[in-house]
């Protein structure tokens, strides 16, 4: 009997080892957002055991659904994957030449003793801070000034892809920041309204697309309630070349739910609905709800090329957190443009 209990419990064991999905310990993983919490297990109904930061690395032990099992300094905890980028081991073996020196990006960026998240934090370093580049080692970079030596992890320092502002020259985009005034849209988990975070990142985007040279005009320049009749009227008298709206989404009763979707309404919008949701999900790694037709009025009865974006879960606390940060906020704005560059480009 104890023999035949023996075999189960083995068999057990190597069934769970099997049907659980694992992570290489050598993946990486990058937070992207500020007080995104770390949990003792896989679950928001685990305790906080600590929180970490924009751009801090951790070394990824495994996988369960959504949580990301990650090794702390002295000690292991989970983090819900919406507020990770992961790089894997197989996208760390390519050989680059070095640059002769680097700029850190992003303030509060980790340098560690050594090239791992394995070795401890030496120092953060700020914005603007200028290093030597001594050698490149898997992907960290060894650097130096005057004052420090140690490792930087390479996808924290290596620049994106900008668009080309003569993609956007002379193209008019009307940017619609959903809700305003007496109508505050969704309300988040910690009592957030939609308008506002969304008023926030039309505001990110408008200055973005400025810069890129678009003619730029929105619907609501400021917390005040506009008719979605009066938001429609104002884009097909401006002939827009593309509309946009903005938004974010809210299920209390299923505060676990996350991800970024994309509506058009005629069929030839599609494609502008295609390519700014597959840049979005590039540029923020959320989870794809993918693009679908929506029969909302600010795209009914516009005349003009329109999408309207649902840009993430204010009713999921963590992803709350993570869409009202600065970083998340540019992440958003970045894949947005570079979707809006890929339609312009295709036509």
Same mark, same amino acid.
């Given at each position: ?50 929180? %970490? ?214 069929? %030839?919008?599609?494609?502008? %609905? ?70 312009? %480009?295709?036509?």
């Amino acid at each position: 009997m104890y023999l035949r209990k023996l075999r189960i419990t083995v068999c057990s064991i190597m069934i769970w080892l099997f049907l659980t999905p694992m992570v290489s310990y050598a993946d990486t993983a990058i937070i992207k957002g500020d007080n995104v919490n770390i949990r003792n297990g896989p679950g928001t109904n685990y305790q906080t055991i600590g929180q %970490a930061g924009t751009n801090d690395t951790f070394s990824i032990i495994q996988r369960q659904g959504e949580w990301i099992h990650v090794q702390l300094e002295n000690d292991t905890g989970w983090i819900i994957e919406t507020y990770l980028s992961i790089i894997e081991d197989n996208e760390q073996s390519t050989v680059d030449t070095p640059p002769e020196s680097i700029t850190i990006p992003n303030d509060h960026t980790q340098i560690r003793n050594g090239p791992s998240t394995e070795y401890k934090i030496a120092y953060f370093a700020e914005k603007g801070s200028s290093f030597q580049v001594i050698s490149v080692e898997g992907q960290w970079y060894e650097i130096q000034n005057k004052n420090i030596h140690g490792y930087v992890y390479k996808p924290l320092i290596d620049k994106v892809e900008v668009p080309s502002s003569s993609t956007f020259k002379n193209k008019t985009i009307v940017i619609d920041a959903g809700h305003g005034g007496r109508d505050v849209g969704a309300i988040g988990s910690s009592n957030i309204f939609e308008k506002d975070i969304a008023f926030l990142t039309a505001q990110e985007l408008a200055q973005e697309l400025t810069m890129l040279g678009s003619d730029v005009r929105i619907t609501r320049p400021r917390d005040m309630f506009v008719s979605l009749g009066s938001r429609v009227s104002f884009s097909n008298m401006v002939k827009t070349d593309v509309f946009i709206s903005i938004h974010y989404n809210s299920v209390p009763e299923l505060p676990e739910v996350t991800g970024i979707e994309s509506y058009y309404y005629q069929e %030839a919008n599609n494609q502008l %609905a295609a390519s700014i949701q597959s840049e979005l999900i590039k540029a923020t790694d959320s989870k794809d709800r993918g693009t679908t037709h929506g029969d909302f009025l600010v795209l009914r009865q516009n005349l003009q090329a329109s999408v309207l974006v649902e840009l993430g879960f204010i009713s999921n606390p963590e992803q709350e957190s993570s869409l009202r940060t600065t970083i998340y906020q540019k992440e958003l704005v970045s894949g947005i443009v570079n979707g809006l560059a890929k339609y312009f %480009a295709s036509k």
